[in-house]
T-cell receptor, first 112, second 113 residues
């Protein structure tokens, strides 16, 4: 089964609003990453948070990590229509055979 | 953009035929991955490689095999294609240095009829 599970599966908001997506995972992780996918394209890396970090910021993105609850959240502030995409969390196992697994994703629609 | 190329980009094949998808990178990255993406399932890991001739199974490896004889190429083979293997296949690469950011190919849309 997949390591990460995003919630909600779909989210529709108005431009200017904030969007929050959550990710839960099952086993201990080394890092957690968030990726974005525009329709029909490959995934693009957004941000990585290490297991010993609790919060990280990058531009309009804010990621939190709670290892005790095995969960992470991605907040996009002041959303724009161009933020419309699917967002995936990914976890890795660490170690020399670096296994990277993804969740099912959240489809974010930002309405102008 | 990272130097990662998938070929072919589109393929239609018949049930029971073997199919090989190729992922080629020019980044000299150690790790390479094959995923399939299907509606409602997100990205599921098929196989991955952590070095030349070093590969391991992912969560949906049945019916697939891989080979990595050199750093730059990671091949995914469907030994005998089935309709359930109709999907979009993505290759990804990452390096053990830096922030482990994964770079993705543009995907291969495979249809098994």
């Amino acid at each position: 089964s997949q390591q990460g599970e995003e919630d909600p599966q779909a989210l529709s908001i108005q431009e200017g609003e904030n969007a929050t997506m959550n990710c839960s995972y099952k086993t201990s992780i080394n890092n957690l990453q968030w990726y974005r996918q525009n329709s029909g394209r490959g995934l693009v890396h957004l941000i990585l948070i290490r297991s010993n970090e609790r919060e990280k910021h990058s531009g309009r993105l804010r990621v939190t990590l709670d290892t005790s609850k095995k969960s992470s959240s991605l907040l996009i502030t002041a959303s724009r229509a161009a933020d419309t995409a699917s967002y995936f969390c990914a976890t890795d196992s660490g170690g020399s055979n670096y296994k990277l697994t993804f969740g099912k994703g959240t489809l974010l629609t930002v309405n102008p | 953009d990272a130097g990662i190329t998938q070929s072919p980009r589109h393929k239609v094949t018949e049930t029971g035929t073997p199919v090989t998808l190729r992922c080629h990178q020019t980044e000299n990255h150690r790790y390479m991955y094959w995923y399939r993406q299907d509606p409602g399932h997100g990205l599921r890991l098929i196989h991955y490689s952590y070095g030349v001739k070093d590969t391991d199974k992912g969560e949906v490896s049945d019916g697939y095999s891989v080979s990595r004889s050199k750093t730059e190429d990671f091949l995914l083979t469907l030994e005998s294609a089935t309709s359930s293997q109709t999907s979009v296949y993505f290759c990804a690469i990452t390096s053990e240095t830096g922030v482990y950011e994964a770079f993705f190919g543009q995907g291969t849309r495979l249809t098994v009829v």
